[in-house]
């Protein structure tokens, strides 16, 4: 199913109903912003008590990372210079201690209290051409002042970090931070071992690596005098990882819970964050990506690599989540594309040629099954059979596809 003519037409998929997710400018946004389901009315449940995510599957607002992923891959898709949009977006809310919202709307600002992922630095760096040249040295001070509200806000005494809650996270039911006793189908905080904000997350310290580093390199290229200080907390953050979060028994990172200091012995595809974000060393690296990744025991699955350790007694292939809180969507083991595409870069970067395009390969025919069968393309699919599970009319980083039809072009 991955001929020539079959990837081109997913290709055509997401040039046709890509551009759908870009809205023009309304109300509180005002530059252009993007929702993550395609050929929808953008903030039309602003005044709803619920929103349609929840009822239809159907995402109507800016999602933080949802946009920023998709922007970076706008232009593969004829759309330019949606980074700087998006980004000018999100920091024209910012507060004046740096708080930026992660989900926001013409008319409402939702998922309050929530911070903004730490992507957008990562995404200004995408941005290309002259306009580029011209309005990022006006957005540094605003990055700045975001980046240090992570540094007051959540940053431990150890030099890593913490997600104000599971849903913050954006990894809604990440059972690495839930870790539940017991099984549970409904939602029932009281089940939870962990307290919100408590959990040392390997992803978001990771993440914030990466985006200290961008900051880095863009101060620099606008010779700033905070370069050498953002390289060196990009550095720190690296090395604290590696000091805290490393499990040498198991092979793998790990959250780690600082109120027993222990290490929470709970796989999710997060625990992989360091080797798809590129920042961990290639003994490690390559050891996680065996053992792991691209291991049929644990991630690698029939239609892509699964969101979480397929081997641990809670990974689960339903269409909401489980065990804990009755979440909108499921990260405790269906496919995602944002974390396959995230793999394939990582498996690219660190030599793993072959297994890159075998990865590719059963996404693209997982989503090419997708739209023939229904027509569109979903949230995330079962790991097993492929079966649609959630909010159709997805794009969002679906769209990140595109490098993988790369990598077997």
Known sequence: MTGKLKLQDLSDFFKQHGPTCVHAPSGMLKYRFVTPSYAVKAGADDTAQVAERSTTGHYLQMYDWDACFFSQAAHQIGIEDLPLDVVANFLSLKRPDGHIPRTVS????????????????????????????????????????????????????????????????????????????????????????????????????????????????????????????????????????????????????LNYNPVDKCLVPVKSWTSLAPVIMGLAPESRAHRVIKDYMINPDHFLAPCGIASHDLAEPLANQQRRGLYGRAIVSNWQGPVWILTNALCVRALKHYGFTKEARDVSERVCRTLLDSIANTGTLYENYDAISGKPLWAPQFMSWNILALELIETLA
């Open 106 to 253: 013409p008319q409402r600002v939702w998922d309050a209290g929530d911070q903004c992922k730490p992507f957008l630095t990562q995404t200004v760096l995408k941005a290309i051409g002259g306009r580029a040249q011209e309005l990022i040295p006006k957005l540094l001070d605003d990055l700045d002042c975001y980046l240090r509200y992570f540094e007051r806000e959540r940053k431990s005494q150890w030099g890593l970090y913490k997600w104000r809650n599971v849903l913050e996270s954006g990894v809604d039911d990440n059972l690495a931070l839930i870790a539940p006793r017991e099984a549970a189908k409904d939602e029932d905080d009281s089940i939870g071992r962990f307290p919100d904000g408590e959990i040392l997350a390997v992803d978001l310290s990771i993440y914030l690596a990466k985006e200290f580093a961008s900051f880095a390199q863009l101060t620099k290229r606008y010779k700033r005098e905070d370069a050498g200080k953002y390289q060196d907390m990009a550095d720190q953050v690296i090395a604290a990882v590696e000091e805290h979060l490393w499990c040498d028994k198991t092979g793998i990172y």
